[in-house]
């Protein structure tokens, strides 16, 4: 299983190095298209719900060691996998324990590959433990969509038969895409410390609400 250290170590800075937004907008005839785009390059966030996931197996990458063919599975028909659970008198069941990567110090300054079989769900309680910050730790770059809409302006012409000086009708969305590496619901998020926001911490925040909505405008 992994080490503990005693010491703290700097794992990386909640701020992102920049961040910005841009508008566009195209007309043609009487149709207009606008989009609005925000997002952010780096920062780091440590997320309490990739811990939480993994710890009960509900994120794929706690399917490697469960399925043939991933890294952390042990082939029990492998005569000399089969050797290890003999020797540790451990029954063989295929999707269920893994050798966890890494090294055994011998106490002599010395290294031997570790062989200790340990169930899958041990080993990422530990790897993902709530305390490990460095496996639970994510970049938040993204790129947002954060709105698109669609508008039509009635023509001059039927709107004088009406008395009416503009009028125009548009459909629009909010939250529409999100491009980013983040393996959780969403890298734009905080959390509250009492009454202080802490950014860079994820602990269950849900999504921003994906919106739509029709528009109408009349002006006599």
Partial sequence: MPDRPSEIEYVG?????????????????NWRLSMQWDGQVGGLIYSQSHHKMCEQGHITETLNGRLPNTPLYLDIKDPEIAALFAAQNITPVEGVYCIAPGVVDNGDGTYSPNQKIVTLEAYYKEYNRIANIE????KSTYLKLRELRVDFDFPKKRLNTL????????????????????????????????SAMVSGVE??????TRSYGINLKVSF
């Fill in 13 to 29: 800075c909640a701020l992102p190095d920049w961040k910005g937004g841009f508008n566009t907008s195209l007309r043609y005839k």
């Fill in 135 to 138: 496996t639970n730790s994510f």
């Fill in 163 to 194: 008395q009416l000086n503009n009028a125009s009708i548009g459909v629009f969305g909010r939250n529409l895409l999100c491009i980013t590496d983040y393996p959780m619901f969403d890298p734009e998020t905080v959390s509250l410390d009492g």
């Fill in 203 to 208: 602990v269950g925040t849900l999504p921003s």
